[in-house]
């Protein structure tokens, strides 16, 4: 799959719930619905940077594609921590509604991902 399409289907999985919630709340908590998309927004962003980065590293050899991904989430969770500390210090976003936003969508992404990983072809004998 391709990283266009890849990223297509994680928005669509955010956007879609996110409107719904929205939509349920009847727009009575804007701060809490903007504080829950910054989170999906993050959850998002690592999950299609993850993708990004196993795809980069695909080709080359078992140590170069484990160097990469551990690299990666090293990288994505210092991303990710700065990402939080700006939407609660700085933007001043609502703790709970971001975490709500975050750690679902985190979660899915972190499985899918794992899941990818696993289905990953064997190198190519050179």
Avoid at 22 to 29: L, P, Q
Avoid at 36 to 49: M, R, T
Avoid at 57 to 83: C, D, I, K, P, Q
């Amino acid at each position: 799959m391709t990283l266009s399409r890849y990223a297509t289907i994680v928005v669509l999985s955010v956007v879609g719930p996110l409107a719904m919630v929205n939509f349920a709340w009847g727009g009575d908590d804007p701060q809490g619905v903007r504080s829950a998309a910054f989170g999906a927004a993050v959850a998002a962003s690592n999950a299609i940077l993850a993708y990004g980065i196993a795809l980069w590293a695909r080709h080359g050899s078992t140590n170069v594609f484990m160097g990469a991904v551990l690299g990666g989430m090293l990288a994505r969770m210092v991303l990710m921590l700065g990402a939080v500390a700006v939407g609660l210090g700085i933007l001043d976003l609502r703790r709970l509604p971001l975490v709500a936003g975050l750690l679902p969508y985190f979660v899915l992404f972190l499985a899918v991902e794992l899941i990818a990983l696993n289905r990953r072809p064997a190198a190519e004998p050179t």
